[in-house]
């Protein structure tokens, strides 16, 4: 039998009772949040229980919502079963002075460089990774590029004497 | 030079092993990637890999784009099979507007996918076989490529960097001459997929340079996050295509294949035999094409007119078509707000978009998952212990694309 979204967050409330939140159903795909000290212990769980075994990493990459004080920056996590076929999705909230989330390289080894390429991209600093540095880009970088802090260029500005770009 | 560059340790002189800098740019590494490996001989001890040199920030450009100009971001992924990338994203983008599409979309689309998947596997697989010294047999299928090529031509105007299709559909009918050269190439091919194999696949040479090289097992690969053939060669039959059919997938009857040692010569057995599948997927979506009849056989797109870019004649001579044309440019379509998760199984793997809308004209944040980039990690692992020209045919077998590793 295929597990359900309804039997997963019942599981997920009687272990972790009020850490883990917000649950809903985008597009059929379960989510939730939970806090940032619980997110390897919730890996762990839904790892090992074997009524739940989400044991497939498939994505995880960060977020910046530069509006929300004090959870500026998520991390999001995609877990499959691969058994019975089911995706689940959850994110983990933390402030953008102070970003730091427990590593889970150590559970999954495929989160080595995609928590690279979230510190690369937004800073969140992973607890326990053995070798947290920049992996697409350059190492002088001294800022975050994928917060939305950083503008993008302004398409129609014209100070730019650039003529091997087609401008100017 | 800070902490972060690769520093020769003390005493790097005196030390029995050899540092070799593999790349980045280098004629056996068929793409843009650098390995620091330490040999002992011609043995790999370890080996540190660098990537990024392509990157170019499409996940950061696209926050900037509206839907249709984030197609041509995704040609530039895994630029050996353009169209599936194309089509997830298009897939993802009706996932988020919950446009529903015609079956005969469906199957035009499954053909253009499965045409790519086999010009991706069909490259991949007569690299492994130029590196393990035979050349002959890349240059004779390029040929068959190019077939592939021309289909994709006739439906979209270009070969290589597709842009195909639309939100809902395609931009035109498939026209006869597209049908003809699909004929042309479902006859032709197999007899030279038949030969590449016959060339390779019981050739000594080649099975002694590739049984039990690079292999791993179905435990560390799933942990490795790997997807697609490099994962069922290791004896896992996890196929997006069967699991979340996507697509009308779920119409056609066609195997998995799956190895057991997830070694190289277990890689290019699995790659040879999907290509034959995705023939045989391809000749059961031309003949379900071929039973629709009277107007349903004219069907090329959904009726979506908020998304589905207009005919240019169209634009030209109808007031409706000129609004939505402007609109749809100009990004004045606001998508719903929501996050959907969608992949497709794409040449290399699980090929996965994750879209965050909050109802604008272009993502809030749109991020790839790009299988290249996560299975790399699992190459030191791979290669280690093995001879350098074992480590480099194993390069070639795990079908590693910069620009879909880098994005």
């Known amino acids: ?168 | 030079m800070n902490e972060h560059h690769i520093i020769l340790p003390e005493g790097s002189i005196e030390k029995q092993t050899t540092t070799l800098n593999l790349g980045p740019t280098h004629p056996a590494t068929h793409g843009v990637f650098q390995n620091i490996m330490e040999l002992d001989g011609e043995r790999v001890v370890s080996s540190e890999q660098t990537v990024g040199y392509i990157h170019r920030a499409f996940e950061k450009i696209a926050e900037r784009r509206p839907l249709y100009q984030i197609t041509p971001l995704t040609d530039r992924l895994n630029y050996c099979s353009s169209p599936i990338n194309n089509m997830g994203w298009h897939l993802t983008c009706e996932k988020l507007l919950g446009v529903k599409t015609p079956k005969r979309v469906d199957y035009l689309r499954v053909i253009i996918m499965e045409l790519s998947r086999i010009a991706d596997h069909l490259i991949c697989n007569s690299i492994v076989g130029v590196d393990a010294g035979a050349f002959t047999g890349f240059l004779y299928v390029m040929q068959y490529r190019e077939l592939i090529y021309e289909i994709f031509e006739e439906v979209c105007g270009s070969r290589l960097t597709t842009n195909i299709g639309r939100i809902g559909g395609f931009e035109r009918n498939f026209s006869n001459t597209a049908f003809t050269k699909l004929e042309k190439f479902l006859k032709e091919y197999p007899v030279a997929l038949g030969e590449l194999e016959s060339l390779l696949k019981r050739n000594r040479i080649f099975m002694d340079r590739t049984i039990g090289g690079g292999p791993i097992s179905a435990e560390r690969a799933l942990n490795y996050g790997f997807t697609g053939p490099n994962l069922r060669a290791a004896g896992v039959d996890y196929d997006v295509r069967v699991h979340s059919p996507y697509s009308s997938y779920e119409d056609f009857e066609f195997t998995v294949p799956v190895g057991k040692t997830g070694d190289n010569y277990d890689r290019f057995l699995v790659r040879s035999e999907e290509m034959w599948q995705s023939m045989h997927i391809i000749k059961q979506a031309y003949q379900k094409i071929q039973a629709f009849k009277g107007e349903e056989a004219e069907v090329y797109h959904a009726n979506v007119p908020e998304y589905y870019l207009p005919k240019k004649e169209d634009v030209y001579t109808k007031m409706e078509a000129l609004i939505w044309h402007f609109k749809i440019i100009m990004g004045e379509v606001d998508m719903p707000k929501g996050e959907v998760y969608h992949s497709v199984e794409g040449g290399n793997g699980e090929l996965g978009f994750y879209l965050i809308s909050d109802g604008g004209r272009t993502p809030f944040r749109l991020h790839f998952r790009r299988p290249c980039f996560i299975y790399y990690q699992a190459y030191p692992e791979m290669v280690k212990g093995s001879m350098l020209s074992d480590a480099i045919l194993t390069m070639s077998s795990l079908n590693l694309i910069a620009g879909e590793m880098d994005a």
């Open chain 1, 1 to 168: 039998m295929a597990i359900t979204n309804e039997y997963i967050q019942q599981k997920l409330t009687e272990k972790f009772g009020d850490a883990v939140y917000n649950f809903e159903e985008n597009y059929g795909m379960l989510s939730f949040e939970t806090f940032r000290e619980n997110n390897l212990k919730l890996m762990q769980y839904l790892h090992d229980e074997p009524s739940l075994g989400f044991g497939f990493l498939t994505d995880l990459c960060g977020v910046n919502y530069p509006d929300n004080k004090g959870r500026e920056l998520a991390v999001v996590y995609h877990l499959h079963n691969l058994q019975e076929n089911v995706r689940i999705r959850f994110k983990v909230f933390t402030s953008i002075e102070d970003p730091d989330v427990f590593t889970a390289s150590r559970l999954y080894a495929a989160a080595d460089w995609m928590e690279r390429e979230t510190y690369d991209f937004y800073g969140v600093n992973f607890i326990g990774h053995h070798n947290l540095k920049r992996i697409l880009n350059v190492d002088e970088m001294d800022y975050f590029p994928l917060r939305k802090e950083y503008p993008l260029e302004d398409q129609t500005r014209i100070d730019k004497d650039d003529e091997m770009f087609g401008r100017g």
